[in-house]
Nanobody, 122 residues
C-alpha cells in the first residue's frame, strides 16, 4: 500500500519562508510526476507546482519566482521551498503522485497525502 506523508507546514509571517516535504512509501519502482496542490477555504484545489521524474517543472503563475519544487527519485521524496510568502498562500497543501509503477509492474494513479496547513499571517 502506497502512503504519502507530508511535513513542514505551520504559521509564518508575510515575507517569510517554509519548506514542505513529502515522502512516499510502499512497493514503488518508479513515479512519474510528483506535485503539490493547495486548497484554501471556499476554493477549489489548485496545482501549485509539479516535477517529473526527469526534473521538468511546472508552477502556478501565482508562485513563480517564489516557490521551488525539487525531488529525490531514489528516496521517493518531493519538497517545496516557499519564499516570500503572502497571506493569499494560506491553504492546506497536499502532496500528489499522478502515476506510479509497483514491483508487480502494475501502474496506479492519483495518490494524495493527508495535507498540511500553511498559514501566512502577521
Amino acid at each position: 500500500q502506497v502512503q504519502l506523508v507530508e511535513s513542514g507546514g505551520g504559521l509564518v509571517q508575510p515575507g517569510g519562508s517554509l519548506r514542505l516535504s513529502c515522502a512516499a512509501s510502499g512497493k514503488i519502482v518508479s513515479i512519474n510526476a510528483m506535485g503539490w496542490y493547495r486548497q484554501a477555504p471556499g476554493k477549489l484545489r489548485e496545482l501549485v507546482a509539479q516535477i517529473t521524474s526527469s526534473g521538468s517543472t511546472d508552477y502556478a503563475d501565482s508562485v513563480k519566482g517564489r516557490f521551488t519544487i525539487s525531488r529525490d527519485n531514489a528516496k521517493n521524496t518531493v519538497d517545496l521551498q516557499m519564499n516570500s510568502l503572502k497571506p493569499e498562500d494560506t491553504a492546506v497543501y497536499y502532496c500528489n503522485i499522478d502515476r506510479l509503477r509497483d514491483y508487480s509492474g502494475k501502474y496506479s494513479y492519483n495518490y494524495w497525502g493527508q495535507g498540511t496547513q500553511v498559514t501566512v499571517s502577521s
